[in-house]
């Protein structure tokens, strides 16, 4: 099982900025997805936004506009960008991958997964 490494987050302020970073797993399929995701106590893990080999990019509307993944293939390092931030976006957060395009953003279709990274918003 692969396991991919996570960096970043930590506590942020209602209306700032954080960042998490995700190493790229060494050996991928010719198209793949990397995905960020977000959980709660007791709830289910979110989708929340998807980048695909081809650079194409989808956001859930909770998101949107706020919060950018990107890539850094030099790095291997796949980044989410958290703006504008707000107490709900309090949460553990994790990178997925799976082989193939980015299509659904069902957690279980990603196969390897980040250990997590908190992140707390709060003033």
């Known amino acids: ?11 942020g302020q ?3 900025s ?8 060494g050996y991928t399929a010719n198209r793949y997805c990397m995905g960020w995701f977000r959980q709660t106590p007791g709830d289910e893990r979110e989708g929340l936004a998807t980048i695909d080999t081809d650079g ?14 990107s890539t850094d293939y030099a790095k291997n390092n796949v980044y989410l960008d958290m703006n504008s ?8 957060y994790y990178c997925g991958y ?4 980015c299509g659904s953003m069902w957690y279980r279709l990603f196969k390897y997964w980040g250990q ?3 992140v707390s918003v709060s003033s």
């Not at 954080?18 to 797993?25: D, F, N, T, V």
């Open 1 to 11: 099982q692969v396991q991919l490494v996570q960096s970043g987050g930590g506590s």
């Open 116 to 118: 997590g990274t908190q």
């Open 14 to 16: 209602p209306g700032g």
């Open 85 to 92: 931030l707000k107490p709900e976006d309090t949460a553990a």
């Open 56 to 69: 194409s990019t989808n956001y859930v509307d909770a998101v949107k506009g706020r919060f950018t993944v």
């Open 18 to 25: 954080l960042r998490i970073s995700c190493k790229i797993p």
């Open 98 to 101: 799976r082989d193939g395009s």
